[in-house]
């Protein structure tokens, strides 16, 4: 993870607990996600509990495919280009290339009486956000050294095909655009870059079903054909490519029939999935901050910029929820990340935007944040009410439970649960706030990674244990395939009590890291390994722990503590550089002035390193996030307040201010003041 992006805004256990964070029901598509699941045409046999008509008392279907129509697709995409560098050496070359994609769709479909269909659809694909995926072609000379990416690829198409009940198969073909970007790497180290947008044409073949009144799944593949690129550097290198690209891709369509009582299902919103087994919800956030210049009478590799800095994060997800069969669960949350974080996402162990990645997408970028299956046992006895949400089917289940999940996933979305410091979409932004800041999780640079956990649940406690692949070193996107040699152990109690009247929780966790990492103390003893602590890599144990506090004082007030807390002898594989933090802090329901909806959080932590990771960083060295060359030493210290100001049932207007004072534990440095305005929107 070593980045930001981490999305711990699930909490999902319920148990009794009046004031626990109920999710709306809600169910849209939001452009800009990819997407695709086919399995749940085999689900849509129930009706929404909350509509007056049950599947039963329903006539056959009636698909009205005439109308617009919105929707989400993701798959994967590449192809092949030849180019050419002159300068005036020349070189020359072939690459394949390739990866998932995700993307968004919409068009118009017009059925004749006889069954052909007529449509026209616009496209937009992204690549993913692994690097590589996105690079069309690399050449090299003497005195150049070319990277080609793409951004994206989209297409205005028409659609012809013939559609008999609720199947629809078609051939497409139109016009089709590819932006670009190409790098120029000099001898000198400077770099030189050109934007370029290429035209071509697209054609393919697909597959719908109507697997409900208004929902489709489709399958679909295009071929594209650009023009001839070509580009001229300042420098005076001159590099051409021809370039076609191919994609196999699923999608999900929301239809927005003409004559809705011709579906024989009452559409109660744009939104209404209309069936009890599946659910699918989205969310988007835009998150910018910027903060005045500060004093720094020095900077390093990782430092904060003392001047005047404004970044920006933009994030669209959904959330595609399926009930397989009693108890059994799978989850697809298909998401598109853009935008930066100060300085690459450094200068400040608990940097100050959740949202922030170090990957630093420019476009959007798609990623499957979430692919896990969930089975539910239960044990009998008293029952409660599931709220369905981002991660949660509606339904009853036993009190008394046994849970197991595994897949693709956030640690965070099962242990160290928040009911007021833990989603930086809604809530506190702060790395050090809405996560424990010691607790160094295992995550890939967005935070996700791969595990399986267990949970037994009780009225009055829960017992959660898990084990998660680790990242092969700091800071990346690959895992270490030795299980169980290396990996991640979680172990986690909550006890939940009332205090005069009022409910509350008490966590403890504990966790051990097995990874290949460096020591600090190894890299200081050894002049001649230059601070590099990669030459000490070796197989090592990390081990720390978390407690943490929830209490509600009254029906609009609640409280929150966080101590964690890590050996800090290894290098931080994949949170933040903190071996100890101290957070707290207040959340504050706007009822008292007329405003329910409306939160006021407080908040605050202090993040301190520990000896050898201290003298390591004041050596010189680099940690993941900090690094100024030279510290004088203090602990970082992190105020932050917001107001999230309710616009209506759908969107959240936050304002968020931060101080932050000695950042990167560097006294010499700062404070700096941080302002955030933060856009979210839940469907």
């Keep these: 993870m070593t980045s930001a992006a981490y999305y711990p805004f699930f909490n999902r256990r319920s148990d009794n607990n009046p004031n626990i964070r109920l999710r709306r029901r809600t169910a849209i598509l939001l452009g800009g996600v990819a997407l695709g699941t086919l399995s749940l045409a085999g689900s849509a046999a129930g009706a929404d509990p909350n509509a007056s008509i049950t599947a039963k008392d329903l006539p056959p279907r009636v698909i009205e495919w005439t109308g617009l129509y919105f929707g989400a697709h993701a798959g994967f995409g590449g192809g092949r280009s030849a180019a050419a560098i002159s300068d005036p050496a020349l070189a020359i070359g ?3 290339f390739g990866g998932l994609i995700g993307g968004a769709q919409g068009g118009y479909n017009l059925r004749l009486p006889s069954g052909l269909l007529l449509g026209a659809e616009a496209d937009i694909s992204f690549p993913s956000y692994i690097g590589s995926n996105s690079v069309v072609s690399k050449l090299a000379t003497a005195r150049s050294d070319v990277m080609q990416q793409w951004d994206f690829i989209g297409s205005a198409r028409g659609r012809i095909g013939y559609a008999t009940g609720p199947w629809l198969a078609y ?10 970007r190409y790098l120029n790497d000099l001898p000198s180290s400077d770099r030189e870059k050109a934007l370029d947008t290429r035209f071509g044409w697209v054609a393919g073949l697909g597959l719908e079903y109507a697997f409900a009144p208004h929902w489709s799944a489709r399958i679909e593949y295009l071929y594209y054909r650009f023009d001839e690129t070509s580009v001229q550097f300042p420098s005076a290198a001159h590099y051409a490519a021809t370039m076609d690209f191919q994609s196999v891709r699923i999608g999900l369509n929301r239809r927005l029939s003409l004559n809705p009582a011709s579906a024989n299902l009452p559409a109660v919103s744009l939104t209404d999935p209309e069936s009890d087994r599946w659910e699918v919800h989205g969310q988007t956030t835009y998150l910018g901050q ?14 904060l910029t003392p001047d005047t800095q404004y970044k920006a994060t933009w994030s669209n997800s959904l959330f595609l929820n399926a009930r397989l069969w009693d108890g059994g669960e799978v989850y697809y949350n298909p998401e598109l990340l853009q935008g930066f974080g100060f300085n690459d996402t450094v200068g400040v162990a608990g940097f100050t935007n959740g949202e922030a990645q170090r990957s630093n997408f420019p476009y959007p970028h798609y990623n499957t944040s979430r692919l896990f299956v969930r089975q539910t046992f239960g044990l009998g006895g008293e029952q409660e009410e599931l709220e369905g949400g981002l991660a949660q089917i509606a339904g009853k ?11 693709k996933f956030a640690v965070l979305d099962v242990f160290d649960g928040n009911d007021f410091a833990k989603d930086t979409r809604k ?14 999780y295992s995550a890939d640079k967005v935070g996700l990674s791969y595990g399986v956990t267990a949970e037994l649940n009780q009225k009055q406690w829960a017992l959660r244990s898990g084990y998660f692949l680790i990242v092969s070193e700091s800071n990346s996107n690959s895992f270490d395939a030795h299980l169980f040699e290396r990996g991640e152990y979680l172990l986690e109690l909550e006890t939940r009590y009332s205090l005069l009247g009022q409910p509350g929780k008490l966590r403890a966790i504990g966790w051990l890291n097995s990874a290949y990492m460096g020591s600090y103390r190894d890299t200081l003893n050894n002049p001649a390994l230059n601070l590099d602590i990669a030459l000490t890599r070796a197989g090592r144990i990390k081990y720390g722990y978390v407690f943490s506090v929830e209490q509600v ?5 609640g409280l929150f503590g966080r101590w964690s807390w890590n050996d800090g002898r ?4 994949s949170f933040t550089d903190i071996d100890a933090s101290l957070a707290f802090g207040t959340s504050i329901k706007g009822i008292r002035w007329g405003r329910p909806d409306d939160v006021i959080g407080i908040g605050s932590a202090i993040n301190a390193l520990s000896r050898d990771h201290r003298d390591f960083i004041a050596a010189g060295g680099l940690g993941i996030l900090i690094g100024d060359g030279q510290l004088n030493y203090s602990r970082e210290r992190v105020l932050e307040t917001y107001y999230a100001f309710a616009l209506n049932k759908w969107f959240t207007l936050t304002a968020d201010y931060q101080l932050v004072t000695n950042p990167a534990y560097n006294a010499d440095r700062g404070p700096v003041h941080v302002f955030s305005g933060r856009l979210h929107g839940e469907f």
């Design 171 to 180: 051939a497409t073909g139109g016009f089709a655009f590819a932006r670009e």
């Design 427 to 440: 809530d506190f932004i702060n790395w050090a706030l809405w996560a424990p800041g010691a607790f160094d």
């Design 290 to 303: 910027g903060y005045p210049s500060f004093p720094a009478p020095y900077s390093g590799a990782n430092s």
């Design 397 to 407: 289940a036993d009190i008394s439970r046994l849970t197991l999940q595994a897949g």
């Design 94 to 96: 072939r690459n394949d």
């Design 570 to 573: 290894t290098e931080i594989m």
């Design 553 to 557: 004082v009254t029906d609009d007030v």
